[in-house]
């Protein structure tokens, strides 16, 4: 599974952006997808995963900004981040369990799949 994200970039504090993370590969789309950060001199931290039935876990300082979405046709997951904060500066990186597991995870050991990430920054 090859992983490729996409849409980060420089927004001021209140903005908005939308991540996307593309799957690709002979194996199949994973089922359990998500999203972790890592910010300057921190870290990765999990922010959120998706399951294939689009069931959704999120990290409590996401408090209710951020949205993520799938579109199965596509392979592709959403994350739509809105009220950013410059606290959210992180480069994002998508991460996607094996194509069998169905159980999602905040542990980034539980993602065998990583994308190449994607820088955010968040002005003041």
């Known amino acids: 599974v090859q992983l490729q994200a996409s849409g980060g970039g420089l927004v001021q504090a209140g903005g908005s952006l939308r991540l996307s993370c593309a799957a690709s590969?002979?194996?199949?789309?994973?089922?359990?997808m998500g999203w972790f950060r890592q910010a300057p001199g921190k870290e990765r931290e999990f922010v959120v995963a998706?399951?294939?039935?689009?069931?959704?876990i999120y990290a409590d300082f996401v408090k209710g900004r951020y949205t993520i979405s799938r579109d199965n046709s596509k392979s592709t997951v959403y994350l739509q981040m809105n009220s950013l904060e410059p606290e959210d500066t992180a480069v994002y990186y998508c991460?996607?369990?094996?194509?069998?597991?169905?159980?999602?995870?905040?542990?980034?050991?539980?993602?065998?799949?990583w994308g190449q990430g994607t820088l955010v920054t968040v002005s003041s």
């Open positions: 998706i399951s294939g039935d689009t069931h959704t």
């Open positions: 590969g002979r194996s199949g789309s994973p089922n359990v």
């Open positions: 991460a996607a369990r094996g194509t069998a597991i169905t159980v999602m995870t905040r542990t980034s050991r539980g993602y065998a799949y």
